[in-house]
């Protein structure tokens, strides 16, 4: 019992070192909230002009103001599906300190996580709060207690899921050094997928099916469509429950993973 509290406090101190290091950039935290305020804004703008120049009031079930919120919802949650994990790891892996691990009674997948969690907090403390609030205040929602747990639940799943893609993503850096690409184009994915440019309600039927059965609507559309009260209590369910089998799966894929790399490391001297 003492050893796992040892080892519990290990990894708490990582992370509260980790904040005080990632303090020293606090400029880098104000532009970030700063630029997910346009990036709002600008899809605003876009959707503003796209309800204006059709005349209507309404798309599926979406009014204009509701759009308003929707967006700063959007880019709220993107704090949360920041991906700092494969950055970390492709670090560790391009210097050669991801074979050290192997010297520390540490294991290196949770020592990565909490190293980019200390970022994902702050983002979240900096960025996502601030935008959350202003959410809150356009669109005069009263959150029941029911609907705040199961934001809650949803943004928990959704950075469960990002960080597993994000850790199989980072594996990738043994072969390929750099993924910087693959984060790029994975991110941009989970932007469009996800619900972040068009509401998935507003896709066509089939398009729709498909995506439910992904992880991406989760990660952005559910939490916002469950703010807004835009989506039933059955289809907010089904997404959490094959969201956690998502999280099953790329959990196995990590750890075997993890398990090649790891051979890797240790085979060639680590």
Do not use: C
Not at 3 to 28: C, E, F, P, R, S
Not at 125 to 150: E, K, N, Q
Not at 201 to 215: A, E, G, H, K, R
Not at 216 to 231: E, K, Q
């Amino acid at each position: 019992m003492k050893n796992g509290l040892a080892g519990t406090n290990i990894y708490l101190a990582m992370l509260v070192i980790g904040i005080k290091d990632q303090l020293a950039y606090k400029l880098d935290y104000l532009l970030s909230v700063i630029f997910r305020f346009i990036n709002a804004l600008f899809m605003i703008l876009i959707w503003t002009a796209i309800y204006l120049g059709t005349g209507v009031s309404s798309i599926r079930g979406f009014t204009l103001p509701d759009i308003y919120v929707y967006f700063f919802i959007i880019y709220a949650l993107m704090g949360t599906t920041n991906m700092q994990l494969p950055d970390v790891i492709q670090e560790d892996i391009g210097e050669g300190s991801i074979a050290a691990a192997y010297t520390r009674p540490l294991r290196y997948p949770v020592q990565a996580f909490m190293r980019g969690a200390a970022d994902d907090l702050l983002i979240i403390i900096f960025g996502t709060v601030p935008l959350f609030a202003v959410a809150v205040l356009i669109s005069h929602v009263s959150l029941t207690l029911g609907t705040v747990l199961l934001l809650l639940t949803e943004i928990l799943i959704s950075y469960l899921l990002v960080n597993l893609i994000g850790f199989l993503i980072g594996m990738a850096a043994v072969k390929l050094i750099n993924i910087y690409g693959i984060i790029t184009i994975t991110w941009s994915t989970l932007l469009l997928l996800g619900g972040g440019v068009v509401p998935l309600n507003m896709l066509p039927s089939v398009v729709q099916q498909i995506l439910f059965f992904s992880p991406f609507p989760i990660m952005l559309y559910i939490p916002a469509a469950t703010f807004l009260g835009t989506v039933g209590y059955g289809v907010i369910m089904t997404s959490i429950f094959t969201s956690i089998a998502w999280i099953a799966v790329l959990a196995v894929a990590a750890y075997v993973a993890w398990g090649k790399v790891r051979r890797q490391i240790t085979s060639a001297g680590g």
